[in-house]
């Protein structure tokens, strides 16, 4: 089981950034695909991005542009970096290890319009 902390979150106004960072357990990081995730209040939990351990990125189409995966190995961590956010992107954000489907405790973003 892979043990992942998210950090990063909180609140900004419209238009603004923030960078989410999620510390994983375990040196076997570097082999993992990684992923944000996010729900709202009354909704299910939806997909953001991911990156696989070569680097390849998928990101969800309501973030194309806007938000940026990355992941440094050698610190065994992932980030997200949000940029023009919007209300909607108000959300609990939760980072997930796809091979042993872990999860953080999640981050709150809020953006205010």
């Known amino acids: 089981q892979v043990q992942l902390v998210e950090s990063g979150g909180g609140l900004v106004q419209a238009g603004g950034c923030l960078r989410l960072s999620c510390a994983a357990s375990g040196s076997i990081f570097r082999f993992n695909v990684m992923g944000w995730y996010r729900q709202a209040p009354g909704k299910q939990r939806e997909f953001v991005a991911s990156i696989t351990s070569g680097g390849v990125t998928n990101y969800a189409d309501s973030v194309k542009g806007r938000f940026t995966i990355s992941r440094d190995n050698a610190k065994n961590t992932v980030y997200l970096q949000m940029n023009s956010l919007k209300s909607e992107d108000t959300c609990v954000y939760y980072c997930?290890?796809?091979?042993?489907?872990?999860w953080g405790q999640g981050t709150q973003v809020t953006v205010s319009s």
């Open positions: 997930n290890e796809a091979v042993s489907d872990s």
